[in-house]
């Protein structure tokens, strides 16, 4: 699997809009984009993925660049439950497995 | 999302004895099921891939005598940790693939094991 590099920790305000950085510039053309994010002393949570398009669903929108080498994940109005370590993963379709990095700690404070 | 569950959630056990933690897929039937260990304040570390009706698949490193993988049904996959150490002492991860192309892993809220 390709690499992933994220900030290792955020800052962002309640009811402000959080943009969660993801860079991959060695992503292949068959690999997709995976979110997840984990609250603490809990297991991951599935967020969003995609391949070339830009995503959206009720919890967040992915944001994948022209080039694919570099993503946006945007929680519109985070709250203080959105606290916790996201990872950002590439993963080939079809190929099962995903390699968990060390993802970036968002805190959200009041 | 798809549910996964897992029990117990927490497990205190003398050092010597093992350990049963279950994996259910309560929503969907999971022909492939992950378990992964998490040390505190790592990331998430994968030890085995589990296919319904097969052997596990265990990554480099991790002994497969010791940590005995069954999946016997499509919702259940179950990890024994046998002679359990203190060093085993870890919070437990499973997660199941969903969907039609098996494309997302839906993760259990985790198993944390205290090994005295």
């Known amino acids: 699997d390709a690499k992933t590099t994220q900030p290792p920790s955020m800052d962002c305000a309640e009811g402000r809009a959080a943009n969660l950085p993801c860079n991959h510039s060695?992503?292949?053309?068959?690999?997709?984009v995976y979110w997840y994010r984990q609250i603490h002393s809990q297991g991951p949570q599935y967020i969003i993925h995609?391949?070339?398009n830009n995503e959206t669903n009720e919890m967040a929108s992915l944001i994948i660049t022209e080039d694919r080498k570099s993503s946006t994940l945007i929680l519109p109005h985070a709250t203080l439950r959105d606290t916790a370590v996201y990872y950002c993963?590439?993963?080939?379709?079809?190929?099962?497995?995903?390699?968990f990095g060390t993802g970036t700690r968002l805190l959200v404070s009041p | 999302g798809a549910v996964v569950s897992q029990h117990p959630s927490r497990v205190i056990c003398k050092s010597g004895t093992s350990v049963k933690i279950e994996c259910r897929s309560l929503?969907?039937?999971?022909?492939?099921m992950f378990w992964y260990r998490q040390f505190p304040k790592k990331s998430l570390m994968l030890m085995a891939t589990?296919?319904?009706?097969?052997?596990?698949?265990?990554e480099q490193g991790v002994e497969k005598d010791k940590f005995l993988i069954n999946h016997a049904s499509l919702t259940l996959s179950t990890l024994t940790v046998t002679s359990a150490h203190p060093e085993d002492s870890s919070f437990y991860i499973c997660?199941?693939?969903?969907?039609?192309?098996?494309?997302?892993?839906?993760f259990g809220p985790g198993t944390r094991l205290l090994v005295l």
């Open positions: 995609g391949l070339k």
């Open positions: 060695t992503i292949s053309g068959n690999e997709y």
């Open positions: 997660s199941g693939l969903e969907g039609l192309a098996q494309e997302t892993q839906y």
């Open positions: 993963i590439v993963r080939v379709a079809g190929f099962q497995k995903l390699v």
């Open positions: 929503d969907f039937q999971a022909t492939t």
């Open positions: 589990s296919n319904e009706g097969s052997k596990a698949t265990y």
